[in-house]
């Protein structure tokens, strides 16, 4: 449950970023994440449209389905590892969602910092 967290965290942190409207940061973040989120939607037969707004679920969404698809996600980018938190396929994500934008990229990456630190209490 706590790695769920953090996931939600980070995803959530990512719309705090300077000088970008919080739908275009979703959405590339969206992008980056579908290619792991098609599969596991498909695993938990979550629409795909609902599984798109894997941040806030919607109403209709089953909030454990919905965290089963969080969990595989996460497996499938190799952020989750049995029960060990991989920070670095986070970080390869920042890097590449907010390439050419170093200020963004430590911001984004200090707010993984934390939130993996509050993972951990």
Do not use: W
């Amino acid at each position: 449950m706590k790695t769920i967290f953090a996931v939600t965290c980070l995803l959530a942190a990512v719309t705090v970023v300077r000088g970008m409207d919080q739908d275009a940061v979703i959405g590339k973040y969206m992008e980056y994440l579908m290619p792991d989120i098609k599969p596991c939607a498909d695993q938990f037969n979550i629409a795909e449209e609902t599984a798109s707004n894997i941040q806030q679920a919607a109403a209709a969404a089953d909030m454990r389905q919905m965290g089963c698809l969080k969990a595989c996600v996460m497996k499938r980018m190799n952020v989750l590892q049995g029960t060990t938190f991989n920070v670095e396929p986070i970080y390869k994500m920042i890097e590449v969602i907010h390439a050419g934008n170093d200020e963004d990229i430590k911001l984004v990456k200090g707010i993984a910092v934390e939130c993996g630190d509050n993972r951990k209490h």
